[in-house]
């Protein structure tokens, strides 16, 4: 199942390759405001979902921009969670970071990713059980384990309704104690660089599970963690991320917990008195 995957994303990240040599001529549409999704998007994911069908016609999918499709048979068993183009605004600007995204959840339970870097022919790749590998040799997480030392990467709020506030305050409170903070532009690339060793944390809110399906199994077999902001493994459906060496880990989760939507009364209010010394601040 890995190799068909492999190969799917490598199918998928010829597409983009073959694109990003007349990225002006791509026609580009908006899901919603700073939303985008363009042909290639679209060419991509159709390329993987063929690859994925033609192996294991049975089998589900659950793809950003073709949603949720059965496959021909009855098992519901076995889905394929597809992005076929992570970080599409950074692609449509000719920003070299977007990556090809795909995981197999088997009972729920993510199994197989893959996440392919199309501009450096970086491929992350992981089986549960059998750790993490990217280019054939195997990664672990980094072994940081101090938050002043550490780069945490993270991504900005840009849809209408996103919380900018919060949002600032969250980035005040982990820029304050760490070493830097990066905003690459494609969560399944940012994931797998935790799971490298290339950074040592990643925070995020407004995700979807295709986002980081593949990098949360890269993540958990380098070594590392990841889960929504106060800590809890159940994270997929949640729209929070929070990942990293377990060390580095810990510490974010001490920081960030109070801006989880599971966090407690007396927490959350910890966090909307942040978010208003920002706007205070602002004004």
């Not at 998007?41 to 063929?50: C, K, R, T, V, Y």
């Not at 920081?255 to 209010?269: N, R």
């Amino acid at each position: 199942m890995l190799n068909v995957a492999i190969k799917a994303a490598r199918a998928a990240g010829a597409i983009i390759n073959r694109a990003a040599l007349d990225v002006e001529s791509v026609r580009v549409s908006t899901k919603q405001t700073n939303d985008f999704v363009t042909e290639i998007d679209q060419a991509a994911e159709e390329s993987i979902i063929e690859t994925l069908l033609t192996a294991y016609p049975d089998h589900g999918i659950h793809a950003e921009e073709s949603g949720v499709q059965s496959g021909r048979g009855r098992d519901k068993d076995f889905v394929w969670i597809i992005d076929p183009l992570d970080g599409t605004t950074n692609f449509i600007h000719g920003f070299p970071t977007y990556c090809v995204s795909i995981a197999l959840a088997v009972r729920g339970k993510v199994e197989q990713a893959v996440v392919y870097d199309p501009n450096r022919n970086d491929l992350f790749y992981a089986t549960k059980g059998r750790g993490a590998f990217m280019n054939e040799r195997r990664i672990r997480v980094s072994k940081r384990t101090m938050m002043r030392d550490a780069l945490i990467s993270t991504g900005f709020p840009f849809r209408p309704g996103d919380e900018l506030l919060p949002y600032l305050a969250m980035l005040g409170e982990v820029t304050a104690r760490c070493a830097g903070v990066r905003r690459p532009g494609a969560a399944a690339l940012d994931l797998a660089y935790v799971a490298a060793g290339f950074c040592d944390g990643f925070f995020e809110k407004g995700l979807s599970p295709w986002d980081v399906a593949a990098g949360s199994l890269l993540v958990t077999e380098a070594g590392g963690l990841i889960g929504n902001f106060t800590g809890e493994a159940d994270f997929m459906d949640q729209s929070e991320c929070l990942a990293g060496n377990p060390r580095i880990y810990g510490q974010l989760v001490n920081v960030l917990g109070k801006y989880s939507k599971f966090a407690s009364a007396e927490a959350k209010a910890d966090a909307i008195a942040m978010a208003k010394q920002i706007k205070d601040a602002s004004a």
